[in-house]
């Protein structure tokens, strides 16, 4: 086993940057040596928050890309910033954990893709809820075939966005919130193409969006979008991120397949349990807040150290959540002009 241990850096030191901190500091083969951020008050505050005393901080990216002890680095701004960052930082022979979502436009996508090919480096992209006991238990059922082959999958994303979360003021926002999917029903999208196999490419797609209806003026996109899709194998898949909800945090999975069924940490599968007669519940983990500090970001850490040291894929890497946004600006393409979007795009 490679027994380095590897320099990290945030760059953002906002909400979620407190969490990437703590899980570089947990994890026994990362250590925090680099915090920059917009103010120099924020880094040295989520270096502090995590006893990183000697980490450099910064205002400036380039800064903390040239110290030498940096081998990872967290983008971890608003949206807007992450494909200059990661195309930069990528240059530089850094190792990337990138925040959902890659960026706001295709293009910077396909930009960042071309970047981390060429420098050969590793990535992760924050679709954190990869290490969640709840959903690790699904993708094992299925790959166990407790349900036989998935027909229908739906993931809902259903998150009623609070004025005081500390991204509320940018993440409402067109420019840099940019769309209900972009701004966090990614993850619901990116759930449904693990569930449904990372290679069964969604051949077709269709959405709609609804403008929120109540007194709430901040919103600059609608804070609701459907989204129905067909995948290569014909399965279907359904997603429905809302922002604008009036509940508690919930994102509801179901996956009907051709033996059984899955509803969230539910099973109904007469092969694995014969002589059942009610679902059977599976205690665990559920994702069920939308806090940061309820995230699982210290395997998602374990996993991007892995990768680079060990040489074992880590999934979803930056080539993988290219396929979720792809499939995330043909639905918000979709939503604009009324009309079923092809998959691949152009
Ligand atoms: N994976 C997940 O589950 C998850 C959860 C939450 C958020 N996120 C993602 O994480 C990213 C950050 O979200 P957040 O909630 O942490 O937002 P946030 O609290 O607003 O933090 C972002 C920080 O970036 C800094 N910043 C802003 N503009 C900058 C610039 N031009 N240069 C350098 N730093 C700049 C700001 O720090 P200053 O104080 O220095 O201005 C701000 O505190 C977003 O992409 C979001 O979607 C992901």
């Known amino acids: 086993m490679n027994e380095k241990i590897l320099g990290a850096a945030i760059f953002g030191a906002g909400w979620v940057a407190g969490e990437h901190a703590k899980a570089y500091q947990k994890c026994e083969r990362t250590r925090l040596v680099a915090v920059g951020s917009r103010k120099l008050a924020s880094a040295r505050a989520c270096a502090a928050g995590v006893g990183a005393d000697d980490a450099l901080v910064t205002t400036d990216f380039d800064e903390l890309l040239a110290h030498p002890e940096v081998d990872i680095v967290s983008i ?50 924050s679709f954190v809820l990869h290490w ?14 407790a349900v036989g082959t998935p027909t229908y999958i739906e993931v809902d994303y259903w998150h009623g966005q609070q004025k005081w979360y500390p991204q509320y003021p940018w993440s409402v926002t067109k ?47 609608p804070p609701s ?10 399965m279907l898949g359904k997603v429905a991120s809302i922002l604008d909800c009036v509940m508690p945090y919930q994102f509801n999975i179901d996956i009907i ?75 918000d393409r979709s939503a604009a002009t009324g009309k079923p979007v092809k998959l691949p795009l152009e």
């Not at 240059?91 to 960042?112: N, V």
């Not at 979008?225 to 014909?234: E, R």
């Not at 679902?279 to 991007?304: K, M, R, Y």
Request: net charge negative.
């Open 76 to 125: 971890c701004t608003p949206p807007d910033l992450h494909a200059d960052l990661t195309i930069r930082a990528a240059r530089a022979g850094k190792h990337l954990c990138i925040e959902k979502p890659l960026a706001l436009d295709w293009d910077s996508c396909l930009a960042m893709q071309s970047a981390v090919r060429q420098s050969g480096v590793k990535t992760v992209v």
């Open 175 to 221: 420019a840099q919130g940019g769309s209900s999917l972009l701004s966090a029903g990614c993850h619901a999208l990116d759930a449904l193409r693990w569930f449904a196999g990372n290679d069964n490419a969604v051949v077709e797609v269709s959405a709609l969006e609804a403008p929120h209806r109540g007194d709430n003026t901040d919103w600059e996109y």
């Open 132 to 145: 969640n006991p709840s959903l690790q238990n699904t993708k094992h059922l299925i790959e166990r075939g």
């Open 257 to 331: 397949g051709t033996r059984g069924t899955i509803r969230d940490n539910r099973v109904w599968s007469p092969e694995l349990f014969p002589g059942q007669s009610d679902w059977a519940t599976i205690p665990t983990v559920l994702p069920n807040s939308g806090d940061v500090t309820h995230h699982p970001f210290n395997g998602q850490i374990e996993a991007l150290a892995g990768a680079i040291l060990d040489d074992v894929p880590c999934l979803p890497d930056l080539d993988d959540a290219i396929k979720t946004h792809e499939l995330l600006f043909a639905a």
């Open 225 to 234: 979008t459907l989204v129905i899709c067909k995948f290569a194998d014909g």
